[in-house]
Structure formats: C-alpha cells, structure tokens
C-alpha cells in the first residue's frame, strides 16, 4: 500500500512567450490545465486506469511564473476514498540562471476513477501515511471532502437546471467554442483542463474589459462538475463581473454544454476567479470603481464578499505553512 510520497509526479515545464498572458508571466489558464495535466498523472497511476476530474476546492496563485523559467509541478495523491483520490498540486518557478525556486503556486484537486463505460470504478489502493506530516494531510484532506459534500449538495440544489446569466446584471461576457477529438484524453470526454484555460480566457477577457487593462489570475475558489462535456459538443462560457476590490475583481464564469443536434443544453460548471488589475510595470494598481445597482449585481456582490472573506483566510493559511517549511 502506498504512503504519500510513494505517489509524488512531477512535472516540468518550460515557460516560453507562447505560454504567457500579461506580458512576461504564464497565462493562468496554461497554468490551469498543466496543474490538471499533472493531478491526473498521479491519480491515474494509483487508480490504475482512467480517471476523470470531479471538483478542484482552490488554485492560489502566490505570483506568477515568468516567461523564460521552469514550471516545476509537484502532484501527489494525499487521500483516496470509495473511487475518489484526492491530489494535491504544488508549483515552484525556478530561476535557471541562479537555480533559485519559489513556491508559486498550491491546489487541491478531485477525481474519480471511471471504468471503459465512463461510470465510477473502485479503486483498490489506500494510502498509508508516512509519518506525522503525512498523517496531517490525509486529516486536512478528510476535511475538505467533509466541506465539498456539503457544497456540492447545495449547489446542486440551486443548479439543477443551466442557469441564465442575469439580466441585469452589466458586465458580461459570453464566448462559445465546440469540443473537439484533440480535446479528450480518452473515449469522448473533453479533458478538464483545456477547459479549464477557455473558463480562464473567458473570465480574464472581461476582466481586461472592465480595467480597460492587463490583469492575470489571483485564484480560482472551490468548482464542482455537474455533468461531462463531450466531444461534437458545443461549450457556452458565460463571464459576469461579480466583484471588484481595491486592485482585484471576482468573475463567475457559468459553463453549458450544447448538444447541436437536440439543442439541448445542461449545466457543466460554475467557476469563480478572482483576477488582479496590473499596470505597465505589471504591478497591482487600482481598479476602476463599481457599485452594484440592481438585485442580479447585489446579490452576486454579496456571495463574493464570503467566498473573499474565505480566500484571504485560506491564502494566509497556506503563507504561513510555506514559512514554516522554509524554517
């Protein structure tokens, strides 16, 4: 049986312009999906078979690698239920001129083993932890599950149908693209994290609308998958502005996917991004002002403020672990 470093991929990736957003710095949404490329990786080799993407509970960007260092992608399996393995992300950018690296990133994903029929299969392995440290992220991961069933239940109660963007609500944004063969990692699903860098896209794009300037990713709060997306199907991204900080914004981004032949549309995800306002030196700077007017905008306005409060709680948390760690 596994210990949690026996299960420990890593990933490296060489950031060229190619892969940056704001000018200099990795795109998030690049950033997004090598994060998933690598969960999957590890999951998928103590599965021992496919696994698909159930829930990520948090991305938080410390600050971003930049154009010309290396991505250094650490995944491990900290947890493993009935059929779920939970996979913890963490990225350092190094510097490969000094050889000096920096925790730039942590996430925590979900997935869940699937057989050739796409439907949850048991996964034989369990993880035995390796000392206390070990010990004290299988509890943490036991708590967040504990936290993601009760999240998962609610939202599944107000998302029971694909929502409509408000009305009323001003700032929007809506792009559309079709899922395509090259998009799955197997069978006919469309693979999460090139959905994930188009959730991004989206969201960031308003963003830019809004600042009337360069902004990148500050984190992406805990998001559920409702349903597969498929391949020949059509993928609606709608962005709306929920709220905006001294320097940030948080943006959700519904996720509906289209069958064309039926016109059929379901629910697949919601996501939440907070993104940051840079000015020319790519530093933070103000963010024009907004002030919620009509019911859509206050009460978006309103469930941002707690998942804010919740995300400077979380960031702060994992600050000072990494302290801790440096000694």
């Known amino acids: 049986m596994p210990a949690i470093g026996d299960t420990a991929v890593e990933m ?16 998030g949404g690049r950033m997004m999906q090598w994060i ?9 080799r103590v599965a021992r078979g496919n696994v ?8 938080d960007f410390l600050h971003p690698v930049r154009v010309g260092e290396i991505a250094i992608l650490r995944a491990q399996v900290e947890y493993v239920g009935t059929s779920s393995l939970e996979v913890g992300v963490r990225v350092w950018a190094e510097n490969v001129m000094t050889g000096r690296r920096e925790v730039t990133l942590n996430s925590h994903l979900v997935f869940v083993s699937v057989g050739d029929d796409a439907r949850p299969r048991a996964v034989r392995d369990v993880i035995h932890p390796r000392g206390p440290e070990e010990a ?60 994930l860098m188009d959730v991004d896209e989206a969201g960031g794009i308003l963003s830019m609308r809004y600042c009337r300037g360069l902004v990148m990713t500050a984190s992406l709060d805990a998001m559920d998958f409702y349903s597969p997306i498929f391949t020949h199907e059509v993928v609606n991204f709608r962005a709306g502005l929920h ?11 519904h996720v509906i996917a289209e069958q064309p032949r039926t016109g059929e549309t379901r ?3 919601t996501a939440y991004l907070t993104f940051v306002h840079l000015g020319g030196d790519l530093r933070p700077r103000p963010a024009p002002a907004f002030t919620p007017q009509t019911p859509g905008e206050q009460r978006r306005w309103e ?17 000072s672990a990494i302290s801790n760690e440096r000694g």
């Open 12 to 27: 490296l990736q060489w950031v060229f312009p190619e892969h940056a957003g704001a000018p200099g710095q990795i795109h």
């Open 136 to 195: 004290a992220l299988v509890e943490a991961a036991r708590e967040r599950r504990k936290h993601r069933l009760v999240r998962f239940a609610h939202k599944a109660r107000i998302h029971a149908a694909a929502p409509e963007p408000d009305a009323d609500v001003r700032w929007r944004f809506e792009s559309v693209r079709s899922a395509l063969p090259e998009d799955a990692l197997f069978g006919h699903m469309m693979f999460p994290g090139k959905m």
């Open 267 to 269: 629910h697949a995800c």
């Open 36 to 44: 998933t490329q690598a969960g999957t990786m590890a999951a998928a």
């Open 52 to 59: 698909v993407l159930g829930a990520m509970d948090d991305i």
């Open 303 to 319: 469930a941002a403020l707690l998942r804010r409060e919740r995300r400077l709680e979380r960031v702060k948390r994992l600050k």
């Open 243 to 253: 709220h905006v900080g001294t320097s940030s914004l948080e943006v959700g981004v």
